[in-house]
């Protein structure tokens, strides 16, 4: 994602990163952390909230991290801002991202934690994708490893945002899900 169409998906300003990206350890209260704010979600938007997972690297053991929660929301239609964002807005999180081109995601930023809450349709392939990329790391300490490599190399580097980051570890998490669908067909 170029710095073009950051702007053009963030609201407000994008947050710069004057500093290198600071993986951490696993730590033992992250998955904690996600039920609390599960929770919190589950209590404001009740029946809209389909399916709340914990995604992202927090979300497997042993893996090293950015300390940042990333929890995945599934609601009926993530472009029907009014049906879940104002309740989220009033239990503390603010709306960050807005992707219409991309399976209409919306990122909230939590409101006391660092979490970032990632908001999908249902039925849309990215939820899938997301959670084959969470399986699989949970589950294949090579494919584990070779993703921790790949973080702990692009980390030393400089990035002024965040996205920048993610989008560098691309073409190895799509590797990782290409491999993860071919091991759920294979079943």
Known sequence: MDEEHLRAVTIGEPQLLDHLIQLVEYR????????????RIRSVLGHRALQIEHVGST???GLAAK???????VVRDSADENQYVPPLE?????LRIREPQLDEHRMLKGPD???????LSQ?????????FFRDRLRSNEADRQLYERTKRQ?????????????DAKTSV???IVSRARRAFASR
């Open 28 to 39: 033992p209260e992250w998955p904690s952390l996600f039920f609390r704010e599960a929770e």
């Open 59 to 61: 979300s497997v053991p």
């Open 67 to 73: 300390p940042t929660i990333d929890i995945l929301l």
């Open 90 to 94: 009033a239990a503390g999180y603010r």
């Open 113 to 119: 934690t660092d979490i970032n809450l990632h908001v």
């Open 123 to 131: 039925g849309c392939a990215e939820v899938e994708r997301m959670l």
């Open 154 to 166: 692009l980390a030393q580097k400089k990035w002024k945002y965040v996205q920048e980051y993610a």
């Open 173 to 175: 998490v799509e590797k």
